[in-house]
């Protein structure tokens, strides 16, 4: 028997598979001998990871370097409430290895990064993008581009979602549909604006769908299509993307010949330097606060993240109000400035130092940090 045929337990495992003509037992010993990357290992790699150990994908590597946190329980369907704390890559492991232990998985406890990313996906035939970040994505699409490898794009936010296959040979990449991300802080994140539970459900079904249909080399993939999913109105519609022959990592002329880590990469090219101007402490703030110095603390996250939670004393004034109210704050007065996790806060900041607040301070790690160390009692999200 070769390495890759079918013993009768697994025959009896894939039967609905067998019995279908595009699969059948010559594609499911194709899987068998397949191997896919997916890297982010939460809401779009959960059912993603679910359904290609469940389907007898041979060999899944998963790449991730957080731990399961309570909040990841709406919509992370991998995991449960006994795996909270645990790496990851390690939780699920262990779900994917009960769900099909003919299934070999290589797991990955690191962030992807430029000097990584050749190393980690090159010996995978299928890279699935299951990230939540631009950097991370940027650099995925990139790696794939560089290895000639197939990446299996999927997006989510609020209630709508994206699906697309990018770098196939002769198809175009992400670059090719956004050359360049966007300035930190410009796009809130699900952390941010938030993501209905079902959604990571539905966008990674369909990354898993794509990923499999490439593995057998059956069906029509999304090359060259973006498939748009809104969840409010039930509807899907479909953009054509084509490739750009002047996109920057895979055109006739490309000026990416090599990974770059893109959150440094993109401030460099903006002309602007990162965001690390002054920052504060959560025990630093506490500090002064106990202290009763006179200091101005603005709230720049939503109403509805307001309305979670709170530092007491705090003014809310959302981000993307900043422009038109930023008169009603007085320039000379000490200010902090805090968000979810500091990254809004950090772009607040910054833009009101160039208007002439020069007592303007960031609060590193924004109100997670402040719920962690000094009030554990405060509702985290």
Request: with cysteine; aromatic share 6%; hydrophobic share 40%.
């Amino acid at each position: 028997m070769t390495d890759d045929a079918l013993d009768r337990e697994e025959i009896a495992r894939y039967a609905r598979h067998l019995v279908l003509p595009e699969v059948g037992v010559e594609g499911q010993r194709r899987l068998k001998a397949s191997s896919i990357a997916i890297v982010g290992a939460g809401g779009l790699g959960a059912p993603v990871g679910l359904y290609l150990a469940a389907a007898g994908v041979g060999r899944i590597g998963l790449v991730d370097f957080d731990r399961v946190d309570a909040s990841n329980l709406q919509r992370q369907v991998l995991y449960g409430t006994s795996d909270v704390g645990l790496p990851k890559v390690d939780a699920a492991r262990r779900r994917l290895a009960d769900l099909n232990p003919r299934v070999r998985l290589e797991v990955h406890d690191t962030r992807v990064t430029a000097g990584n990313a050749l190393d980690l996906l090159g010996t995978y035939d299928v890279i699935v993008d299951g990230t939540d970040n631009f950097p991370t994505r940027y650099l995925v699409n990139d790696a794939a581009v560089l290895l000639g490898k197939p990446n299996v794009y999927g997006s989510i936010f609020r209630f709508e979602g994206q699906v697309a296959v990018f770098a196939a040979p002769g198809g175009p990449c992400y670059r090719c549909l956004y050359p360049e991300p966007p300035a930190p802080g410009e796009v809130p994140n699900c952390a941010e604006g938030g993501v209905l539970g079902i959604l990571p459900g539905v966008i990674g079904s369909l990354q898993a769908t794509e990923a499999i249909k490439l593995l057998l080399g059956v069906g029509a993939a999304l090359v060259g299509r973006l498939l748009l999913y809104d969840g409010l109105e039930g509807r899907f519609r479909e953009l054509r993307v084509p490739r750009d022959p002047d996109c920057p990592v895979c055109g006739d002329r490309p000026s990416i010949v090599a990974l770059r880590d893109e959150d440094a990469a993109c401030e460099a090219e903006a002309g602007r330097a990162p965001l690390d101007g002054p920052e504060i402490s959560v025990r630093g703030l506490r500090e002064r606060l106990e202290r009763g110095d006179d200091l101005t603390l603005i709230d720049v996250r939503t109403p509805m993240e307001w309305a979670i939670c709170r530092i007491d004393g705090a003014r809310l004034l959302p981000l993307q109000e900043l422009p038109a109210r930023v008169e009603e704050l007085d320039r000379e007065r000490e200010t902090v400035v805090y968000c979810h996790v500091g990254q809004r806060s950090a772009v607040a900041a910054e833009w009101l130092r160039r208007r002439g607040f020069s007592h303007v301070r960031n609060l590193a790690g924004g109100i997670d940090a402040w719920a962690s160390e000094i009030e554990p009692g405060m509702p985290r999200y």
